[in-house]
């Protein structure tokens, strides 16, 4: 079924059920329906806030009527307490503007869902989703357009899937001892002068954070300074 430009639903075999529909939604893609439709069917699309599929988005509608776990505003707004500390700029060499403000929102919630996810992953999707509800929400207040929020929110999206490869691919060797791997993949997040610095910090926080319990984490201690 075509739901008007840029909305089709997807065929499901026989015997799916309602929980089983799929939404997709293109975004601007090269896609055709037929191939984002064969693309869900098939499972062939990478896990991420927006389900990216050959440019397209896809949500199951029983995500969106089923009672779901909502992520404490608070654990967020120390997220982005813990992203505009003034001695962690002047620590680590770090400008203080808007894509470097960024950058360390996305690092912080990337340290949280990488601790907390194991364990509670649906509370960090409700987190991910409210970083992403609200970036957005700010977008729009500075008056960016309809037409450019999508291209912003893709970039939301890199800098957060980037932190967490980040943090999977060089935090135990940070702990081991050696830091350039950690260095290197904080430097295409956040520029600091003092890269060294930083990534001792992230390991700092890191540490403080397998050391607390899950509900201490999400009371929302673990990440100040």
């Known amino acids: 079924f075509n ?27 090269t896609a055709s329906y037929r191939e984002a439709a064969e693309c869900y069917c098939k499972g ?6 927006h ?7 896809h949500m199951k509608l029983k995500h969106l009527f089923a009672r779901r ?22 620590a680590c060499g770090i400008a203080d503007n808007s894509e470097q403000r960024l950058g360390l929102i996305a690092l912080f919630l990337g340290l949280l869902v990488y601790r907390l996810k194991p364990t509670h992953g649906r509370e960090m999707q409700a ?13 729009r207040e500075m008056g960016v357009s309809d037409v450019a929020i999508p291209r912003h929110m893709r970039e939301v999206e890199a800098r957060y899937v980037r932190s967490l490869l980040t943090l999977k691919n060089s ?37 403080n954070l397998a050391a607390l319990p899950p509900e201490a984490i999400l009371a929302g201690e673990g990440l100040e300074q």
Do not use: M, W
Not at 44 to 49: I, M, Q
């Open 3 to 29: 739901f008007g430009p840029r909305h089709a639903v997807a065929d499901l075999p026989k015997g799916a059920g309602l929980g089983d529909i799929a939404v997709v939604i293109n975004t601007g893609g």
């Open 44 to 49: 062939n699309f990478r896990e991420s806030r």
């Open 51 to 57: 389900g990216l599929c050959y440019g397209t988005v």
């Open 69 to 90: 776990p909502t992520a404490p505003r608070s654990l967020y707004g120390a997220i982005v307490a813990a992203a505009r500390q003034p001695e962690l700029y002047a």
């Open 127 to 139: 987190l991910v989703e409210l970083y992403a509800a609200d970036i957005e929400g700010n977008l």
């Open 171 to 207: 935090l135990a060797q940070g702990i081991a001892g050696e830091i350039a791997p950690l260095r290197e993949g904080l430097s295409k997040l956040v520029q600091a002068d003092k890269p060294d610095e930083l990534a001792r910090l992230v390991l700092k926080t890191h540490l």
